[in-house]
């Protein structure tokens, strides 16, 4: 089809190289095709990999109750709902799953969500109105942001933890109602918000307070439930959120809060109510998942133990990882080029990791991404850190 020239709104496409060049350069570490389970090995290209860049937590992806439980839920109420859960697409099992999340979350309620992105987007559009605003950290998740481009309200970032910036930000919307959302753990940097803090000055403020807790559940807190319980706030905290996709060996999303806010968000939120539910197999994998946290503390104690011997290991090489304090331990490089060729080096050796650049970090601060499972053995971990050693000094980063 002719289009005016200059005109095209597909001019972009053609204008945007920088994925062809770093593929051309032999620098390109994305949609890499995987052929096995989400394992502390992973197979690609037909050959065994150490996995370091899932979001496999706990291990429970290829948990045989886990996968058991999906078959069952697909035996018994086939592959999908056909609909969205406002109309003829909730079962009995999304419900046991809303009340199974409310207790483990121990806040009144909860609903849950096809993916995680959609509970943010759902949320904060339905929450947030043209007379309110809504305060953010500047290294909140990309659905946060584009929850708060679907709302109406102002909307207003403060340095990242940065808590002196968050109450002058805070205070410069004093005349409006305001909804401050933060990730519980940042998922590049892999450091927790400062959560007590948070809360005191938004309570000072009159704020209500959003955690994205992606990256918290099932990793922090003595028994796995997250950023709050890690600061012993749970009940100071109004509104949760959580993915499946990370320790609860599935995909969806949820949040859990007061009765009141939960039946609102049900009739408010745009991407649950004009989404088709979440399919059985994943809400059964989650409810198995819940089951297997509860019953098998140890393996959020084998997180930790792999997550302190990786971070002392990679101290000690002498790598800068930044401020993490979770199972997420990037390795700060500065320059994307750099990052993205230390990151095909280590595919090459047999190491699977991610890489971050600009959009996803600020320019200058490309990392490489590790996360570690529970999982992992000491023999996974040694290769990971002498790969690791090997090709920081090949590249000058040690």
């Not at 079962?91 to 849950?112: N, T």
């Not at 940042?186 to 959003?210: C, T, W």
């Not at 979770?326 to 047999?350: D, F, S, Y």
């Amino acid at each position: 089809m002719a289009v005016e020239h200059g005109k095209d709104i597909f001019d972009k496409c053609s204008r945007f190289t920088r994925a062809r060049e770093y593929i051309s350069q032999g620098l390109y570490p994305y949609f890499r095709v995987i052929e096995s389970a989400q394992e502390p090995e992973v197979v690609m290209n037909g050959k065994r990999m150490v996995m370091v860049g899932s979001n496999n937590y706990l291990g429970l992806n290829n948990h045989p109750k886990v996968k058991e439980a999906a078959i069952d839920a697909i035996k018994k109420y086939g592959t999908g709902c056909a609909g969205s859960r406002l109309l003829n697409g909730t079962l009995d099992i999304h419900v046991q799953l809303e009340e199974k999340l409310a207790k483990f979350m121990r806040k009144e309620a909860a609903v849950i969500f096809t993916t995680g992105f959609q509970v943010n987007l759902g949320v904060i559009s339905a929450l947030v109105g043209k007379d309110d605003a809504v305060i953010l950290d500047k290294m909140d998740h990309a659905s946060i942001i584009d929850g708060c481009r679907l709302s109406y309200g102002e909307v207003r970032k403060y340095r990242h933890n940065d808590m002196v910036d968050y109450e002058r930000v805070l205070s410069e919307a004093s005349q409006k109602s305001t909804l401050t959302v933060v990730d519980g753990v940042f998922s590049m940097e892999g450091d927790i918000v400062n959560l007590p803090e948070v809360l005191r000055i938004a309570n000072k403020h009159g704020s209500r307070v959003m955690v994205d807790d992606a990256h918290g559940i099932g990793v922090l807190g003595k028994t796995g439930r997250g950023t709050a319980e890690h600061f012993g706030l749970e009940s100071e905290c109004p509104i949760i959120m959580g993915t499946y996709s990370k320790s609860l060996a599935s995909i969806g999303g949820f949040v859990a809060g007061e009765a009141d806010v939960i039946h609102y968000i049900k009739h408010n939120a745009r991407s649950l109510m004009f989404s088709a539910s979440p399919p059985p197999a994943s809400v059964a994998a989650v409810i198995a998942a819940l089951d297997i946290i509860d019953g098998e503390p140890e393996r959020l104690e084998a997180l930790w133990r792999n997550t302190r011997k990786m971070l002392d290991g990679f101290k000690e090489l002498g790598f800068e990882v930044g401020p993490t304090q979770t199972p997420i331990i990037p390795i700060m490089v500065g320059e994307a080029e750099l990052a993205l060729k230390m990151a095909v080096m280590l595919q090459e050796r047999g190491v699977f990791v991610n890489v971050a650049v600009t959009p996803a970090v600020p320019t200058g601060k490309a990392l490489v991404r590790t996360s570690y499972m529970s999982t992992h053995t000491d023999t996974h971990l040694n290769f990971v850190l002498e790969a690791f050693e090997r090709i920081g000094k090949e590249l000058h980063i040690i």
